[in-house]
C-alpha cells in the first residue's frame, strides 16, 4: 500500500478551491460527530477564508476536542540528551556543518542533574530528544539514558512516562527502545513533499525520504504501538502537509490497525543564518487553521504544542483542540541547570518562557484541566485498545479524573499557598463535571490520600 500519494493530494487540494458554502457547513456538520473527515474534505476546510465559517470551523475544533478528552491538557517537557549530528538538516540548529554549535552529549551523572531539575519543577513526563550520531550517540546509550530517567527520582517526585524522539532507526533499535519502556516514539517527517525533503536534507543518514517515511513501519514492527507523527511546518505549502499528514495517519491505521496517538505541530523557527532556499513559512492565523483543520481531520489524535509558538499563540491554540503542550522548556543538552547558557548549543530559541506554575495557572484560569496523567501507558491503555477508548470518546472518563489527581499532587508539592487557594474551588467544578458517580468518587477517595500523602493515584 502507498502512503503518500501526491496525485491524489493535488487533485483534493484543486477541487476544494471549488468547493460552496453550503458544503464547508455540511463537511463542518459532519465534522460535529467526531468521527473524522476524507481526505476531499479536510482540503475543502483548508481552503476556507469567510471569517464566519473560519469561527465556526474553530469552534467545532475545540467541540470536537472537548467531546473526546474533555477539559484536559497534559504537560511536558522536552529532554535533549546531545545536540550532536551527523546529518545535515538546513533549517536546524545541530546541523553538522554548524560550526558556531557549542557540541555537546550529557554523561549519565549531567543527565540525572537535568532529571532532578525537572522533577523539582513538577514535570512527570519528559521527551527525550537528541541529535543522530552513531558514535557519539548509539542506541545503547539512549536506552541507558532511558533507564537513568526512570530510576532517577527525588522525596516526592519521579518521570514517570519517557517519550522518545530520535533519528529513523532499525527494526532491533525499535524493539530496544520499546523494551526500554518509552511511552510515544515520535518522528517528524518533516516534509512530505518528495523534492522539498531531498534539497532539506542533503547529507547523512536523513537523507532518504523513503527510509524516514517507513521509520514507523520498522517501530511497529519492532513492538511499539505508540507512536506520534508530525510536520515541521513552514517547509512546503502547509495545505499539502496537512493532507500528506492525513494519508500517513490512515495508511498506519489500515496496516496496522493503530493510527497515530499523537501528531506534533512543530512550526519552523529560523535563526537568519540558515544555509537554505526560501521557504513559505506559515503564518500565525494559517497555524491556527491548519491546527483545527488536523483537530476535526483525526478526533482520536492527541494534538501536541511546543514552545516554538509564543504564550500568547498558545493561550489561542488551546481554544481549537490541542490536548498537549511543553512547559518551561530548554532546548539543549544540559538547558536546565540555571548556570549554563543555552544559547551556543540550542536547536531553535524557544518563543514562551513562562514557567510550568504559570502556565498551569493560565490553563485553569481558561477553563481548561491542566494534567500530568501518565495512566494510560502504565495501566496498558495504549495503541488498539486506547484508541478505543480514544474513538467514542470514553477515554476522558479516565482523563477527567486522572487530571484532577495529578493536578491536585501537582499544586501540593510545587505550588505556593496562592495556587492552592486558587484552584481548590477549580477542583470542585472538576469533579462535579465526572458524570460517573463511582469514577467521582473514586476521584475523591485519591484526593484524601493525597492530602494524607500519599502519590502517584491514579484510575
Ligand atoms: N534528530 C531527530 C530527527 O531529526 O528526527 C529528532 C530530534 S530533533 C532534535 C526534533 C525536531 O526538531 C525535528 O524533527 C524538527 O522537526 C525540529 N526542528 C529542527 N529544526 C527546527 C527549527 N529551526 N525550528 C523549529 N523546529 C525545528
Ligand atoms: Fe540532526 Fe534532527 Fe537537527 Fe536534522 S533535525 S540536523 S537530524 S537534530
Known amino acids: ?12 487540494l484543486a477541487a476544494a478551491k471549488e468547493a460552496t458554502d453550503e458544503q464547508v457547513l455540511g463537511i463542518l456538520a459532519k465534522a460535529r460527530a467526531a468521527k473524522g473527515l476524507s481526505l476531499a474534505e479536510a482540503a475543502v476546510l483548508l481552503h476556507v477564508t469567510d471569517p464566519v465559517l ?104 519521579a518521570i514517570r512516562r519517557v517519550n522518545v524522539n530520535v533519528a529513523a532507526t532499525t527494526v532491533e533499535n525499535y524493539r530496544a527502545l520499546h523494551a526500554a519502556g518509552i511511552g510515544t516514539y515520535q518522528l517528524f517527517q518533516e516534509t512530505y513533499h518528495r523534492p522539498t525533503y531531498e534539497i532539506m536534507h542533503p547529507s547523512g543518514a536523513k537523507k532518504s525520504y523513503e527510509y524516514h517515511l517507513t521509520a514507523m513501519d520498522r517501530a511497529m514492527q519492532g513492538g511499539i504501538d505508540d507512536i506520534g507523527l508530525g510536520v515541521l511546518f513552514g517547509l512546503y505549502d502547509y495545505r499539502y502537509e496537512v493532507l500528506a499528514l492525513l494519508q500517513h495517519a490512515a495508511y498506519l491505521e489500515a496496516t496496522y490497525g493503530v493510527g497515530p496517538h499523537t501528531i506534533s505541530a512543530p512550526r519552523l523557527r529560523l535563526n537568519g543564518n540558515e544555509p537554505m532556499p526560501a521557504v513559505p513559512l506559515v503564518s500565525d492565523e494559517e497555524f491556527l487553521h491548519l491546527v483545527a483543520v488536523l483537530r476535526l481531520a483525526v478526533p482520536y489524535t492527541g494534538i ?58 493560565t490553563i485553569g484560569h481558561k477553563g481548561y484541566l491542566p494534567s500530568f496523567c501518565t495512566a494510560c501507558y502504565r495501566s496498558g491503555r495504549t495503541g488498539e485498545r486506547f484508541m478505543g477508548y480514544a474513538k467514542d470518546g470514553e477515554i476522558q472518563s479516565f482523563c477527567q479524573p486522572n487530571a484532577i489527581l495529578t493536578v491536585a499532587e501537582y499544586l501540593a508539592d510545587h505550588g505556593n499557598e496562592a495556587t492552592q487557594q486558587e484552584f ?5 467544578q472538576w469533579l462535579a463535571k465526572i458524570s460517573d458517580p463511582a469514577m467521582r468518587s473514586l476521584t475523591q477517595k485519591g484526593l484524601r490520600d493525597l492530602a494524607s500523602g500519599k502519590r502517584d493515584i491514579y484510575l
Open 1 to 12: 500500500m502507498m502512503i503518500i500519494n501526491d496525485q491524489q493530494i493535488r487533485d483534493c
Open 54 to 157: 473560519l469561527a465556526s470551523l474553530y469552534a467545532t475544533a475545540q467541540e470536537v476536542k472537548e467531546r473526546i478528552y474533555g477539559k484536559r491538557v497534559v504537560l511536558f517537557a522536552p529532554l535533549y540528551l546531545s545536540n550532536e549530528c551527523t546529518n545535515n538538516c538546513l533549517y536546524c540548529g545541530f546541523r553538522r556543518d554548524n560550526k558556531e554549535l557549542e557540541r555537546r552529549t550529557l554523561t549519565l551523572d549531567e543527565l540525572r542533574e537535568q532529571v532532578l531539575i525537572l522533577e523539582a519543577m513538577g514535570h512527570k513526563r519528559l521527551l527525550l530528544e537528541s541529535g543522530e550520531d552513531l558514535s557519539k550517540v548509539p542506541i545503547d546509550y539512549v536506552v541507558q539514558a532511558i533507564k537513568t530517567i526512570y530510576a532517577t527520582k527525588s522525596e516526592h517526585d
Open 304 to 361: 501536541i504544542m511546543s514552545t516554538r509558538e509564543s504564550a500568547a499563540q498558545r493561550d489561542r491554540l488551546l481554544d481549537i483542540g490541542i490536548s498537549q503542550m511543553s512547559a518551561a522548556s530548554a532546548t539543549s543538552p544540559g538547558g536546565y541547570k540555571a548556570d549554563d547558557s543555552q544559547d551556543a548549543s540550542q536547536q531553535f530559541a524557544t518563543q514562551d518562557h513562562r514557567s510550568l506554575l504559570e502556565i498551569v495557572r
Open 424 to 428: 481548590a474551588p477549580l477542583i470542585e
